[in-house]
DNA sequence: ATGTGGCCAGTAAGGCCGATT
DNA sequence: AATCGGCCTTACTGGCCACAT
């Protein structure tokens, strides 16, 4: 419920944000084939800095696009969380790449060959932040990919690009794997797309329509219809797997 | 005088940001030798961002790592500003590299065979910002560089590097090429990194030293010193060469 | 010793394409 | 025609080294 009720929020911040987004996506210059990368990013923020909640006064770097450690607003009060979040920029749309270091659950599935690949999260499923007071506070880690799907426009004039839909993905927790991932041919993870010829870090990818299957809400996307904008809702539901664990105050790292 | 007041006021975030920033910096663990890119592009992010003044709803999208289109308070008034900051980790502490995207003045200067470089600005004089009332706004460009200057800690115990100083540099707006930049031999300018053998994108490269002659409040650095912070004024006077070109009021695009 | 030039190297982030279902 | 696997390309950023003062 909490993955969800952050995706919801993030969803509806991509929304509102969508037209724009559109617009400076579309119509970027190609100063690099590199640009959609960029844009991707810079979009992400754009969209989402303008919905933050209580903000903690906690800061980190490292290689995540959008990283947050805030107070979000739950059913049952606020909830320390530390916010992640991955830009993405693709002409496919069915699945999305990860590095270690963007991966919150131990990962395994089955590979052509019959046997079994792995990877160990990189995220740590909470944050320790020092807290003025007394205890430190545990800061629930939670992972969204947000995915820019195009199309390139091929007659070199602008729009240069045709931004097909947005889609956002909530990965699950890594204390959430014996639902989503309890063995290696039950899972949405896939092999990655290093090169193991060239000893490439390993990497892992998700598909998009195993997840949808496994927990529906998990996968949303914003579709930019011609002639269409996004003024109306566009939270789909999904079936009602909305069982999801409650992590609040049941949580504690361990 | 604008820009002036804009570097003072970015020296000072980062100086208020600059105790963390050191302890981010030099205990980071290094999960790749690229580390410290991403971490000098957080740490400005973070440091900037508590400073921002009046935003304008604009944004726009690109290669620059942090840049704000924002009504900046001046002595005559709110100008309107496009404040474009790129974040820099270096070894090295009397140069810096810039893109031809990043450079605000037509450069030239005299290469080491005698002939003449050449390279024109990539970043805009100004960006026009459409306003709901009539007149579209013209917002001057202001382009800042923080470089953070360390070194590697060879123990391989944390901490990993060892934070020595912030350079922050506030590179002239175009217009003042007849100041800074009249002739080839007159310039802060020089040869930029790129493989000419490989057909890179010319870069080109800003001597520390050359635009501290030239203007001396432009070059400021934070200098990190074994047991003392940050806790006093550090912004540096340079001489008195403050007859900066006044753009404010005066200025429109051409 | 420093100041300059400039060749490379390491690391993302995806484009693509060939092999499978 | 889609789905997967995975090799390779591109660009970005500085590390570094060789000369020249």
Redesign the pocket.
């Known amino acids: 419920m909490f993955e969800k009720q952050t995706l919801r929020t993030i969803v509806q911040a991509l929304q509102q944000y969508s037209r724009e987004a559109k617009d400076i996506f579309d119509n970027a210059m190609a100063s ?3 640009e ?2 960029v844009l ?1 990013e810079d979009l992400v923020q754009y969209a989402l800095e303008v919905a933050e909640v209580f903000p903690m006064n906690k800061r980190f770097a490292g ?1 995540i696009d959008y990283k947050r450690a805030r107070w979000s607003p739950f059913v049952s009060g606020l909830m320390p969380q530390v916010l992640l979040v991955d ?6 749309n ?2 999305d ?1 990860l ?1 270690r270091s963007q991966l919150p659950m131990d990962a395994e599935f089955r ?2 060959d019959g046997s079994i690949g792995k990877l160990a999260a990189g995220v740590p499923g909470h944050l320790e932040i020092p807290s003025a007071t007394s205890e430190p506070i545990y800061a629930v880690t939670t992972t969204i990919l947000v995915h820019y799907y195009y199309k390139d426009n091929l007659t070199g004039m602008p729009p240069f690009r045709d931004l097909q839909s947005i889609y956002v993905l909530a990965v699950p927790h890594g204390r959430l794997k014996d639902r989503y991932n309890p063995d290696p041919d039950t899972t949405f993870f ?2 990655g ?6 000893n ?2 390993p990497r892992i ?1 998700v ?1 998009f ?2 997840l949808k299957k496994a927990c529906p809400w998990r996968l949303q996307e914003l579709k930019f219809l011609p002639g269409h904008d996004f003024s109306s809702p566009r939270w789909r539901e999904g079936e009602s797997l909305e069982e999801e664990i409650l992590l609040p105050f049941s949580y504690l790292p361990r």
């Open positions: 690099s084939s590199n959609v990368i991707a290689f830009a993405k920029a693709s002409k496919e069915n699945r790449t590095q590979k052509s896939g092999e797309k290093h090169s193991s010829a060239r490439e870090d990818r598909y329509s195993r």
